[in-house]
Each structure stands twice: as C-alpha cells, then as structure tokens.
C-alpha cells in the first residue's frame, strides 16, 4: 500500500522517474561560452569583427554592390580619367571615391581588389596550415630521423623570406613553361610562395603539443587497442592541438594579405587587368605626385583598414584561447 492509501501490486516496476532537464543545445554553449563573453566585453574586438565582416561581404558581393564593373573594358571610357572624388568640385557623382587612369571608379576597385586580395590571402593560409599541421603531426608523433628531417628543413625555410620565395617560383614558372599566361598563374604563384613562407609556424606549433598530448593516457589506450597511428594522430591528437593553430591562421590571413600586397606593389603579384588593392596601390603611386592622390590612397586605405582590424581579431582569439588569463 502506498502512502496515499492506493493499493499497488508489489511486483509491479516501480514508476518512472521525472525526466531530469534537457541537455542543451549547441547554439545555447555557444551563447554561454567564456569565448563569446569575452568577444561581448571587448568594443575594440566588435569593431573589428564588424569591419572584417563589412570587407568580406562587400568582397564576396562586389558585382551585385559595386556601381561599376571596373575590369570590363567595354564599360571603360577614357574621358572619365583621371576624376577626383564625389565632393570635389571637379568630381563626377557617377564615381564616388574617383577614378584612375583608365578611367575605372575606384570604389568598384576596392571591391573587386579585396575579393583577390582576400582569396589569395584564405587560400595560402589554408595551404600553409595543411602543411605545417601534417608535418607538425608527423615529425611530433614519430619523432627520431622524421623529426629530424622536417625540423631541419623548417630550420632551412626560416632563411627564406617570401618576397624570394615568390620571385623564384614565378622564374622558375616562367622557364618551364612554354607560352606562360601569367595572368592565370599568378594567382597560384602567390598562394603557393606565400604559404611556403608560413607553414614552418605551424608546423613547429603542432610539433609541440603532439610531442606533450602523445604520451597522456588517452593516446596511450589507443594504441593498446591497436588503432592505427595515422587515426590516432587525426582522430584524437589533432582536436587537441587546434586552439594555437587557431590563432596563428588568424594572425597570418592578416600578414598572408600584407605580403601579397607588397608582391603586388612589387610587380610580381596580380597583373593590372584584374588588380588587387596592392595593384591599385603600384598603379595609384605613379600618379601620387601629380596630383591624382586618391588613386592610390583610398586602396591603401581599405588595405591598412582590412589588416589592422583582421590583426586585432587575431590578437583577441589569441588572449581569449590563453588559459593563464582567464
């Protein structure tokens, strides 16, 4: 007999217990993150977010945004050259931020530059990080003469800056290819020279913490229960490594947009039909003392604007992922 008098058969299951709260949801763990509390507490960090944000929608939107296509020759006309911005007396509304030499608006420009600048920068971090993290995997999780070797050959790439890097990729394209179209491989030319340059940080980064996250226990029992070293290194290793990689890859989009800009400026970059903004800064700079300054100052702008707020955002991840100052 219960306590409130109902009878109940004594070999009943016994009732079922409450449901307990419901687990929550990513999106909540998200919300409730020390990370995004501290991206809330920070104004300088949300600043930066929202101009990173505003160039990488304005990029990834420039032909629907854009007031002009500046890369369509068809659309050019020679007689708009040389128009200062909007506000001057001698501007054109057409051409808000101006135009350059052939008569291109250099707001459309930035747009489409940033789009370059930007695959460019994405596409040489990606490639640095794979890279650098399977060797760094590698050389921590094997160790001895594979160590060694990938060691030394980062020891060997630290000499090599990416300016020279570019330059002997690009002379050595040019020598082995019969017809070279530069325009269709200088993309690949700066994405290749520029994560060359950048794969020795996380390789040794990786290097490190596998060297410390392989002989825990977990890494341990799993290879008592025989499961390969490469799903060993991918599957339980690498998760545990990613934080530093991290920020490192945010830290690089920023120097991976500087050194394709100076490639640019340099000659070596994109070729001036489809310009990115350290393009339009080397063709700006011819005109700079001849009165025609906002060829080259808006991009350099957009430029110092893009990297400062994408190094901030670096800075932040790198101080918000550090334990010791929590």
Do not use: C
């Amino acid at each position: 007999m219960s306590v409130d008098g109902e009878i109940r058969d004594p070999g009943a299951a016994p009732a079922a217990m409450a449901p307990g709260p419901a687990p929550r949801g990513i999106l909540t763990r998200i919300l409730d993150s020390d990370l995004l509390y501290s991206f809330r507490q920070s104004k300088v960090t949300m600043t930066a977010a929202f101009v990173t944000a505003a160039f990488f929608l304005g990029a990834l939107l420039a032909p629907w945004i854009a007031p002009h296509n500046p890369f369509d020759l068809a659309s050019l006309n020679i007689l708009d050259s040389y128009l200062p911005p909007a506000w001057d007396a001698d501007g054109d509304p057409r051409y808000l931020l101006g135009t350059d030499d052939q008569g291109r608006d250099i707001l459309s420009a930035i747009l489409y530059g940033s789009r370059i600048s930007l695959a460019i920068g994405f596409s040489s971090v990606a490639f640095a990080a794979v890279l650098g993290i399977g060797l760094g995997l590698l050389s921590g999780y094997v160790g001895g003469t594979t160590d060694t070797i990938i060691m030394r050959i980062a020891d060997v790439q630290l000499t090599f800056p990416a300016i020279l890097i570019a330059l002997l990729i690009d002379g050595t394209v040019r020598g082995l290819s019969d017809g070279f179209n530069r325009e269709a491989a200088a993309f690949w030319v700066l994405t290749f020279s520029i994560g060359l340059s950048f794969w020795v940080q996380y390789a040794r980064t990786v290097r490190s913490s596998t060297l410390v996250e392989k002989n825990k226990e977990y890494v341990q029992a799993a290879r008592l229960i025989g499961i390969p070293p490469l799903l060993i290194m991918l599957r339980h290793v690498l998760p545990n490594v990613m934080g530093p990689v991290l920020v490192i890859a945010t830290i690089n989009l920023a120097l991976a947009i500087i050194t394709e800009a100076t490639l640019s400026f340099l000659g070596v970059g994109i070729p001036p039909t489809q310009p990115s903004l350290g393009t339009l800064i080397r063709i700006g700079q011819d005109f700079l003392f001849s009165g025609e300054w906002w060829i080259t100052i808006f991009p350099g702008i957009a430029l110092a604007v893009l990297v400062l707020a994408v190094n901030l955002l670096g800075d932040w991840l790198r101080d918000a992922l550090n334990p010791k100052l929590r």
